[in-house]
């Protein structure tokens, strides 16, 4: 009995039969899946109508878990289709999901016992279970006139079918876009279903396109349905939560927000409570930042396509001269009495080098200073259309100004190159009596840099990385026009700086010997 409901119940048989995927209640994306399903059964296959139909999910919502895994299993145990193809972005994952399902039908004791299924050919990229095919491939492969047996592809289902990186691109947008319009669409019959389900990455993705076609049925799902009313809390929490000076800041917002529930959750509603209550998205948009996770959890990423950053929202510090002032400059935070020693920051630098020219790129310098707590603070950003020679005196300059706990330079490309020439350069200054000692690490970037630039936006936007107004004009444009700024040199600079500062030597505060003036940094 119980199998004969579970033919026409995919809720009730991935309940049955699969527990451990299914801990938490079903959410409404889940039950939209399994509508969604039903409605192909019911039809012999050769007389069935395909259908398209598409779902933009929130990452970590468990819809490949849904659309392929359990469903695909439904399919192959009920004998619903005849050759099945799953498409991702990479070969590995879809390849992994194959593998998934192999397990699933080996090693689940209930389904084995209920059902029987007959596994007659295993591959990497195949197994054919009770005479139906279900194949891994990734978007872009040739798929040109694949079969089974006299099956055409009865159901192709493409999950996360699009790069992180590559959707960034136009060309790669066009170029999958034309491969799902040519090759993907055209391998099947007028009995396949064609279901795309994924998170959109772009506004301009594939999967944004498809949501807007007539012939999809489509749908797209957000984490948090409705924000909360009432901003204001929520901002007097989030204050509390960044504030890096208080070791137990997690614990200290939880206390207000629990102090404040029911105000703070009026008009506040999620897509899956169970798994993730609205306090918890919350932490999560603080934590990654907004384009991340409107993006990620909300299917949005035009939310901050058009400008990341905002010099106007930056949080800012002054540097003023004071007589009166013998401890070294200070820096004051807004809102609090806590001063900070510019002495007691631990600095570092990063070149982002450029050949020099006219019309050429900027090099550039960025300074960061960290305090104890974990801020830091923009102190300066050089940036000029100079030759190698040059940027290699000025990295020395600058580190006779600031005394740099540590300073990089990319060794991508060419730049690699300028090892040698400051490595000569500082035993020059050595010689000469100069200030030499600049400790160099070299870095090498592995990860796009429009994503690494992107990073920058979580800690501005929590208060953690602050500005000197004084950094130029130009470096405030690149902010401002970026991710269509037509330089990003200031920003690339500021990015790897950021990053040596949060990963390199935290060391003692710096010898009263090297402090220079006696100044007073106040933000604001």
């Known amino acids: 009995m119980m199998k004969l409901r579970c033919e026409t ?3 009730l048989f991935c309940r049955v039969f699969f527990p451990r995927h299914c801990r938490y209640p079903f959410s409404p994306l889940h039950r ?20 398209n139909y598409a779902v933009a999910a929130p990452r970590g919502y468990a819809k ?23 498409v991702s972005a990479t070969l590995p994952q879809s390849v992994g999901k194959l593998k998934n399902i192999r397990a699933e039908l080996a090693e689940n004791r209930m389904l084995r016992e209920c059902f029987e299924p007959q596994i007659s050919r295993i591959t990497s990229r195949q197994i054919v279970v009770n005479d139906i095919a279900i194949e891994a491939f990734s978007v872009g492969t040739e798929l040109r006139g694949i079969t089974y047996r006299h099956w055409r592809p009865t159901k192709i289902v493409i999950d996360d079918g699009e790069d992180s990186d590559a959707v960034e691109s136009p060309e790669q947008r066009e170029k999958l876009t034309m491969w799902f319009n040519e090759v993907l669409e055209n391998i ?19 999967l944004a396109n498809i949501l807007k076609r007539p012939d999809f049925q489509s749908r797209t799902f957000r984490a948090v349905e409705t924000f909360a009313e009432n901003t204001t809390l929520w901002e007097q929490w989030r204050a509390r939560f960044n504030d890096l000076s208080d070791p137990c ?10 102090l404040n529930r029911d105000t703070m959750l ?8 169970e798994k993730e209550d609205y306090y918890d998205l919350m932490c999560q948009l603080t934590t990654r930042g907004r384009k991340a996770f409107f993006k990620e959890k909300q299917n949005d990423p035009r939310h901050h396509e058009a400008q990341l950053f905002d010099p106007e929202t930056f949080r800012y510090f002054t540097l003023e001269q004071s007589s009166e002032q013998i401890a070294g400059e200070q820096i004051v935070q807004p809102g609090s009495s806590r001063q900070v020693s510019l002495d007691r920051l631990v600095r570092f630098g990063f070149l982002d080098s450029a050949l020099g020219g006219a019309g050429s790129d900027f090099a550039a310098v960025a300074t960061v200073g960290r305090d104890e707590h974990g801020y830091l603070y923009v102190l300066d950003v050089w940036m000029e259309r100079a030759s190698p020679t040059r940027q290699i005196e000025k990295i020395f300059d600058l580190h006779a100004l600031w005394n740099y706990r540590l300073f990089g330079f990319e060794a991508n490309c060419f730049q690699s190159l300028l090892a040698q020439p400051i490595e ?41 990385l602050l500005f000197s107004p004084t950094l130029g004009e130009e470096f405030f444009q690149q902010c401002e026009q970026f991710p269509r700024a037509a330089h990003d040199d200031g920003l690339d600079a500021l990015e790897a700086a950021v990053s040596l500062a949060r990963t390199g030597a935290i060391g003692r505060p710096l010898p009263a010997s090297t402090r220079r003036s006696s100044r007073h940094l106040t933000s604001y």
Not at 65 to 86: F, K, N, Q, S
Not at 249 to 258: G, I, K, L, Q, W
Not at 446 to 464: D, H, P, Q, V
């Open 9 to 11: 119940d995919p809720e």
């Open 32 to 51: 939209h899946l399994f509508r969604q399903y039903c409605r192909q059964q019911h039809q012999p296959l050769h007389e069935r109508e395909g259908r």
């Open 64 to 86: 490949s878990t849904i659309a392929t895994l359990l469903l695909p299993i439904h399919d192959v145990v009920y004998r619903g289709e005849g050759y099945i193809v799953i």
């Open 188 to 206: 099947g019959n007028g009995y396949t279903n064609v279901i795309v389900v994924g998170t959109v990455l772009h506004s301009d993705s594939l």
């Open 249 to 258: 800041r997690a614990e200290t917002a939880r206390s207000f927000f629990e």
């Open 266 to 273: 009026k008009g506040a509603r999620v897509l899956w409570p």
């Open 424 to 464: 000569q350069e500082r035993q020059r200054r050595r010689k000469a009596g100069r200030p030499w000692d600049l400790p160099i690490e070299q870095v090498s970037h592995r990860e796009n840099k429009l994503r690494r630039i992107a990073s920058l936006e979580t800690l501005i936007a929590n208060g953690w």
